[in-house]
């Protein structure tokens, strides 16, 4: 019964590493040249003109393939270029409007005087609250 559990996905394992390798041999298709060979990508459409080197099969991008490819740095380059300057205008105008919504000192200072004021004339009343409820309990206490 474990050499079951072991077998079969060992079975399965071997099934998909298989088909992974054919797809990446299936992939690329090589064709005699003049010059040596032409290998193309089926997949992207890319071609690489290869050269037999010392029994080993050497390839660089084809001419029109490198300046295509050269365009699409360049363009990526130019677009992360203009990122770059928009998000540097996007932080320092957070950066502004967070300093500009910050009090002043002074705003600061007043705001703290009127809660001062609030505060001490709440205090007041509460006190004379209490000085009334006190006078009030000891008249009730001396009537009994």
């Not at 077998?7 to 054919?22: D, F, G, K, Q, T």
Request: aromatic fraction near 6%; glycine fraction near 4%; proline fraction near 1%.
């Amino acid at each position: 019964m474990r050499l079951q559990h072991i077998l079969i996905p060992a079975a399965l394992v071997s099934l998909v590493a298989a088909s992974a390798w054919s797809e990446e041999t299936d992939r690329y298709r090589l064709e005699k040249s003049a010059n040596g060979y032409v290998r193309m990508d089926t997949q992207t459409g890319a071609m690489s003109i290869c050269e037999e080197r010392s029994g080993q099969l050497v390839c660089k991008m084809a001419a029109d393939e490198r300046a295509a490819f050269q365009d699409e740095v360049d363009r990526l380059q130019a677009s992360m270029k203009a990122m770059d300057e928009r998000v540097t205008k996007l932080e320092n105008s957070l950066s502004a409007r967070l300093e500009s919504k910050l009090p002043s000192e002074e705003d600061f200072d007043k705001t703290m005087n009127y809660m001062e004021r609030f505060m001490r004339g709440f205090m007041g009343i509460v006190k004379e609250m209490d000085k009334d409820n006190g006078d009030g309990a000891k008249l009730n206490s001396q009537k009994t």
